[in-house]
Antibody, heavy 120, light 110 residues
Framework: QVQLQQWGAGLLKPSETLSLTCAVYGGSFSGYYWNWIRQPPGKGLEWIGEINQSGRTNYNPSLKSRVTISVDTSKNQISLRLSSVTAADTAVYFCASPYSYGSLASFDIWGQGTMVTVSS | QSALTQPASVSGSPGQSITISCTGT?????????VSWYQQHPGKVPKLMIYDVTNRPSGVSSRFSGSKSGNTASLTISGLQAEDEADYYC??????????FGTGTKVTVL
């Protein structure tokens, strides 16, 4: 059963760069898209972007100038970097994948979530 | 890209049916059959409840069903139960190869 485990720094100061990693265990890494999604406290879900094993990416236009998603196929890991963070970037960050049903937008596999707080 | 529009809250009594709407545009909901629904209990990870507008993942109760008409998708929960009390989000693929989520709906079981 595929599982996603994520980690990264939980407290940042304004203008710093957020960095998170998500590892894929127990399943195939190739042939799938791996996504980052975030949720500010008390608010809704926001899609950040995705990457496949070849490094092809798609980003949310509203975040594109600050986001970089990368892949390390040797470790079955994906990473998220978000530059110049502000308090508005405070959120729980999830990695997720439309893994099981071969369909777009069907995010059935999720990481445990990482709370990232931006505060001076 | 703008978030899909959902009602902020919907409520119903146990055993009743409720429907949550999700309104987008022809560039997302109306243009593709890639609409999904997620259930999220407080402090928990979202759970996929419906994908491709109408399909239920294995293990999801048949009380949950999805549909779409034009630019609006809907999630219906029949035979409402206390455990259905949660936040629900829709999501859609878009014409610029991105994804967009709905604003979220809090379901209350009276």
């Amino acid at each position: 059963q595929v599982q996603l485990q994520q980690w990264g720094a939980g407290l940042l100061k304004p203008s710093e760069t957020l960095s998170l990693t998500c590892a894929v265990y127990g399943g195939s890494f190739s042939g799938y898209y791996w996504n980052w999604i975030r949720q500010p406290p008390g608010k809704g879900l926001e899609w950040i972007g995705e990457i496949n094993q070849s490094g092809r990416t798609n980003y949310n236009p509203s975040l594109k100038s600050r986001v970089t998603i990368s892949v390390d196929t040797s470790k079955n890991q994906i990473s998220l970097r978000l530059s110049s963070v502000t308090a508005a970037d405070t959120a729980v960050y999830f990695c997720a994948s439309p893994y099981s049903y071969g369909s777009l937008a069907s995010f059935d596999i999720w990481g445990q979530g990482t709370m990232v707080t931006v505060s001076s | 890209q703008s978030a899909l529009t959902q009602p902020a809250s919907v409520s119903g009594s146990p055993g009743q049916s409720i429907t949550i709407s999700c309104t987008g545009t022809s560039s997302d909901v109306g243009g593709y059959n890639y609409v999904s629904w997620y259930q999220q209990h407080p402090g928990k990870v979202p759970k996929l409840m419906i994908y491709d507008v109408t399909n239920r993942p294995s293990g999801v109760s048949s009380r949950f069903s999805g549909s779409k008409s034009g630019n609006t998708a809907s999630l219906t929960i029949s035979g409402l139960q206390a455990e259905d009390e949660a936040d629900y989000y829709c999501s859609s693929y878009t014409r610029i190869s991105t994804y967009v989520f709905g604003t979220g709906t809090k379901v209350t079981v009276l």
